[in-house]
């Protein structure tokens, strides 16, 4: 409420206007939204660094010093500017990952943050030496100021009272301006009054409860589209004209190229909070709205949170989820959603969707919930048969799904694993949905020998079951690791010393990768190359192939790709007797979760 945007924005509206300005704007719960945008205006400017970036993925503890470096070393041609809006509502790692752009070198390039809280920020800004900080006080209007802005609104105020505004308000942009509406109205200002009751005079109190009511039910945005505004009102009664006049609103900014209206911190705190206050039944129906809408826009995950904030259980299980909804993001919350799900769920709604209960129970694996798990496996499988309502077909379908599922559990025994498979594949008799062909196969491991070579003595053994196992499960979820079977054999044939026909090998599952977009496959053939031309001495084609691996990991958004990069890099550099230059994570013997996740 000190005008920040707005200065901000107006000194691009001035002449000679830059020739490149990104506006980036921090909103709750948006993070990662926020870092593919900035990935992208990194990669319009600098596109080597911006392709790390993506590679790296969100910035997490395990990679924010890497992060960190790309963004600071960052290059760029001409002038630009990047604008960081509400950069106060970023925490954690991908604050410290976007505050280190104020560190970087490159001549043209300005970068202006734009925050509400200083001390935390300065901290975070502290090391650059080239960080000019405007604080509130440049932004406090005096008297005077108070004075002339009155006139510029065709409100008359004695300097008298403009002193006292200013003693009340400390010069406070946002409490003037409310002040400045509650003198036009009534004729007079309130002495020492909170930002929250200058809101509820000048904004609150002089709309009708339909007007309130559609505030209501915006507030549970940081910011809106049309349509998204449309769906929320819908059987609410409002005209055209009484919208636009609505959001012909101070404390409501629209965005043009984006077609978004963003509401003013102080509004939606204010708002929220009488939020909080409205009746259970209203709030129910904001919050379940705000799910229908994100579920609409298939953006499940935030779907799921609303449904569970209401304990609409019933709404949340016939959400058309994938496990990624459930697993693909850090935060722990997910997981406790689950676990809620599981302790306040009624056993009848759970009973309606079994599909749904599976892709739960396979995020509980993945949250290493087994016991939750298989008491959830073992509930599943009796639903199934109870359900009235499914055909026999569809019941062998969500038992092969399930089984599917189990077959994870039997990891890495090759045979074990296989004969689940084999079931599910007789029941299922097509492709399961639980796999996602964009999962890697490997977990980011880069040796499927490793991975599944488990009894010593047996490895011709374990090399034949997973050439006759392979080919269900590659039928049950359409070609997913495809080349699995080759890998392991040009691995073992290089163990043996047999470098021609483990170059064969390596390359047949390179294509057969190849044909499926398994790149975690693919890479691990690269690997199996480059060691064997190591092995021969040749250095030009074990730097050619090595090149290949890298173009490969960075084609893939995934973190656990540039771990696995990176091990690679290392492995090699200590057979050529370069072990310094392994990564520190790898020096120091702490591998990051999720890094390995087969380790």
Same mark, same amino acid.
Request: glycine letters at 8%; one cysteine or more; charged letters at 25%.
């Given at each position: 409420?000190?005008?920040k945007t707005?200065?901000?924005?107006k000194?691009?509206?001035?002449?000679?206007?830059?020739?490149?300005?990104?506006?980036?704007?921090?909103?709750?719960?948006?993070?990662?939204?926020?870092?593919?945008?900035?990935?992208? $205006?990194?990669?319009? #400017?600098?596109?080597?660094t911006?392709?790390r970036? =993506?590679?790296?993925?969100?910035?997490t503890?395990d990679?924010?010093?890497?992060?960190?470096?790309?963004?600071?070393?960052?290059?760029?041609?001409?002038?630009?500017?990047?604008v960081?809006?509400?950069?106060?509502?970023?925490?954690?790692?991908?604050?410290?990952?976007?505050?280190?752009?104020s560190?970087?070198?490159a001549?043209?390039?300005?970068?202006?943050?734009?925050?509400?809280q200083?001390r935390?920020?300065?901290?975070?800004?502290?090391?650059?030496? +080239?960080?000019?900080?405007?604080?509130?006080?440049?932004? *406090?209007f005096?008297?005077?100021?108070?004075?002339? &802005? @009155?006139?510029?609104?065709?409100?008359?105020l004695?300097?008298?009272?403009?002193?006292?505004?200013?003693q009340?308000?400390?010069?406070?942009?946002?409490?003037?301006?409310?002040q400045?509406?509650?003198?036009? /109205?009534?004729?007079?200002?309130?002495?020492?009054?909170?930002?929250? =009751?200058?809101v509820?005079?000048?904004?609150?109190?002089?709309?009708?409860?339909?007007?309130?009511?559609?505030f209501?039910?915006?507030?549970?945005?940081?910011?809106?589209?049309g349509?998204q505004?449309? @769906?929320?009102?819908?059987?609410e009664?409002?005209t055209?004209?009484?919208?636009?006049s609505?959001?012909?609103?101070?404390?409501?900014?629209?965005?043009?190229?984006?077609? *978004?209206?963003?509401?003013?911190?102080?509004?939606? !705190? @204010?708002?929220?909070? =009488?939020?909080?206050?409205?009746a259970?039944a %209203?709030q129910?129906?904001?919050?379940? +709205?705000?799910?229908?809408?994100f579920?609409?826009?298939r953006?499940?995950?935030?779907?799921?949170?609303? &449904?569970?904030a209401?304990?609409? &259980?019933?709404?949340f299980?016939?959400?058309?989820? $994938?496990?990624?909804?459930?697993?693909?993001?850090?935060?722990p919350?997910d +997981?406790?959603m689950?676990?809620?799900?599981?302790?306040?769920?009624?056993?009848?709604?759970?009973?309606?969707?079994?599909?749904?209960?599976?892709?739960?129970?396979?995020?509980?694996?993945?949250?290493?919930?087994?016991? +939750?798990?298989?008491?959830?496996c073992?509930?599943?499988?009796?639903?199934?048969?109870?359900n009235?309502?499914?055909?026999?077909?569809?019941k062998?379908?969500?038992?092969?799904?399930l089984?599917?599922?189990?077959?994870?559990?039997?990891?890495?025994?090759i045979?074990?694993?296989?004969?689940?498979?084999?079931?599910?594949?007789?029941?299922?008799?097509?492709?399961?949905?639980?796999?996602?062909? *964009?999962?890697?196969?490997?977990f980011?491991?880069p040796?499927?020998? @490793?991975?599944?070579?488990?009894?010593?003595g047996?490895?011709?053994?374990? #090399?034949?079951?997973?050439?006759?196992?392979?080919? %269900?499960?590659?039928?049950l979820?359409?070609?997913?690791?495809? !080349?699995?079977?080759?890998?392991?054999?040009?691995?073992?044939?290089?163990n043996?010393?047999?470098?021609?026909?483990?170059?064969?090998?390596?390359?047949?599952?390179? &294509?057969?990768?190849?044909?499926? !977009?398994q790149?975690?496959?693919?890479?691990c053939?690269?690997?199996?190359?480059?060691?064997?031309?190591?092995?021969?001495?040749?250095?030009e084609?074990?730097?050619?192939?090595? /090149?290949?691996?890298h173009?490969?990991?960075?084609?893939?958004?995934? =973190?656990?790709?540039?771990?696995?990069?990176?091990?690679?890099?290392?492995?090699?550099?200590?057979? #050529?007797?370069e072990?310094?230059?392994?990564?520190?994570?790898?020096?120091? !013997?702490?591998?990051p979760?999720?890094?390995?996740?087969?380790?």
């Open positions: 409420g000190f005008g707005t200065a901000v924005r000194f691009f509206e001035e002449p000679p206007r830059p020739a490149k300005v990104f506006w980036l704007t921090a909103l709750q719960n948006s993070e990662r939204r926020l870092y593919q945008a900035l990935c992208g $205006v990194v990669r319009e #400017l600098d596109p080597r911006g392709t970036l =993506q590679t790296l993925g969100f910035p503890v990679v924010l010093m890497e992060v960190m470096e790309a963004l600071q070393d960052i290059s760029c041609t001409g002038e630009a500017y990047l960081i809006d509400n950069f106060q509502l970023l925490e954690g790692a991908i604050q410290e990952a976007v505050a280190a752009l560190r970087h070198q001549e043209g390039l300005h970068v202006i943050f734009l925050t509400q200083v935390r920020q300065d901290m975070a800004f502290g090391e650059g030496r +080239r960080v000019c900080f405007l604080h509130s006080d440049v932004f *406090r005096g008297a005077l100021d108070i004075g002339r &802005y @009155f006139k510029l609104c065709n409100v008359p004695a300097q008298q009272e403009a002193e006292t505004l200013h009340n308000t400390e010069g406070w942009v946002a409490a003037v301006h409310l400045m509406l509650q003198v036009a /109205q009534n004729g007079g200002f309130e002495e020492a009054e909170g930002i929250d =009751q200058l509820r005079r000048a904004v609150w109190d002089r709309l009708n409860p339909g007007e309130q009511r559609l209501l039910l915006l507030s549970q945005f940081d910011s809106f589209t349509p505004m449309r @769906f929320m009102l819908e059987g009664e409002f055209q004209e009484a919208l636009s609505l959001l012909q609103n101070a404390f409501i900014r629209y965005d043009a190229a984006g077609g *978004r209206y963003y509401l003013h911190s102080i509004l939606q !705190g @204010f708002l929220k909070k =009488q939020f909080e206050c409205s259970a %209203f129910a129906v904001a919050l379940r +709205r705000a799910g229908q809408w579920e609409r826009e953006e499940n995950r935030r779907a799921l949170q609303y &449904y569970a209401i304990g609409d &259980y019933e709404a299980l016939s959400v058309n989820m $994938v496990s990624f909804d459930l697993v693909g993001s850090s935060d919350r +997981r406790d689950l676990l809620e799900l599981l302790d306040h769920c009624p056993r009848e709604v759970m009973a309606a969707h079994p599909r749904s209960l599976i892709v739960v129970a396979f995020a509980l694996f993945a949250y290493n919930e087994r016991e +939750r798990m298989a008491a959830l073992g509930e599943i499988t009796a639903m199934i048969e109870d009235s309502g499914l055909s026999r077909e569809e062998d379908k969500l038992q092969g799904e089984l599917l599922l189990l077959s994870f559990t039997r990891y890495n025994d045979s074990a694993m296989s004969a689940l498979h084999r079931r599910a594949h007789s029941l299922i008799r097509g492709k399961a949905t639980l796999i996602s062909m *964009r999962g890697p196969w490997t980011g491991n040796s499927v020998l @490793f991975m599944f070579y488990r009894e010593s047996k490895l011709e053994e374990e #090399l034949a079951c997973m050439d006759e196992c392979m080919p %269900f499960y590659y039928d979820t359409g070609g997913h690791g495809r !080349g699995a079977e080759d890998c392991m054999r040009a691995e073992a044939l290089l043996r010393g047999e470098t021609e026909a483990a170059e064969i090998q390596a390359h047949r599952a390179v &294509y057969a990768a190849q044909d499926r !977009g790149g975690s496959i693919e890479l053939a690269w690997f199996t190359l480059a060691r064997i031309a190591l092995l021969r001495g040749e250095g084609k074990y730097a050619q192939t090595m /090149q290949r691996l173009a490969l990991m960075e084609k893939k958004p995934q =973190q656990f790709y540039l771990y696995t990069a990176e091990l690679c890099d290392s492995f090699a550099g200590g057979l #050529l007797g072990v310094d230059e392994s990564v520190p994570w790898l020096q120091s !013997g702490e591998i979760a999720g890094a390995m996740r087969i380790m």
